[in-house]
């Protein structure tokens, strides 16, 4: 089976970028879900992973190049160009993780009851992806 579901010039759209993005959207879906089950707004559940979502890329690279450093020591260029691959799905958790403390913080929220809202999300996030 082949990785890329089609292409369009030099843009291809592959599998596992369709599954990461249904497992970021059925858990947005069930944590919005949950947001409403614990009488939390869900226009703040949506604000949070928009901001987690932008965090965990930026985690996901940087752990990856971190640990990745003699791959990037003399072409630094190459640092930005994720799309050639190399993320790490623990930079990715950790990124989250900063930013909704973050967000927490900033909006006066209990970081604990929008990880519990979370977490599930996160583990059916993983399990498509």
Request: proline content about 2%; aromatic content about 14%; charged content about 10%.
């Amino acid at each position: 089976m082949s990785p890329i579901i089609f292409q369009i010039g030099p843009l291809a759209i592959r599998w596992y970028g369709v599954l990461i993005m249904a497992g970021v959207i059925l858990g947005l879906v069930l944590a919005g879900r949950e947001a409403k089950r614990q009488d939390v707004s869900i226009e703040l559940v949506y604000d949070l992973f928009f901001y987690m979502i932008l965090s965990a890329v930026v985690g996901a690279r940087l752990y990856y190049v971190i640990f990745s450093w003699d791959l990037y020591r003399n072409n630094i260029r190459e640092i930005l160009a994720f799309w050639h691959g190399g993320l790490a799905i623990h930079g990715a958790v950790m990124g989250g993780i900063i930013s909704a403390l973050i967000y927490t913080r900033l909006k006066g929220l209990s970081f604990w009851l929008i990880t519990d809202i979370c977490a599930p999300s996160l583990i059916l996030g993983q399990a498509i992806g």
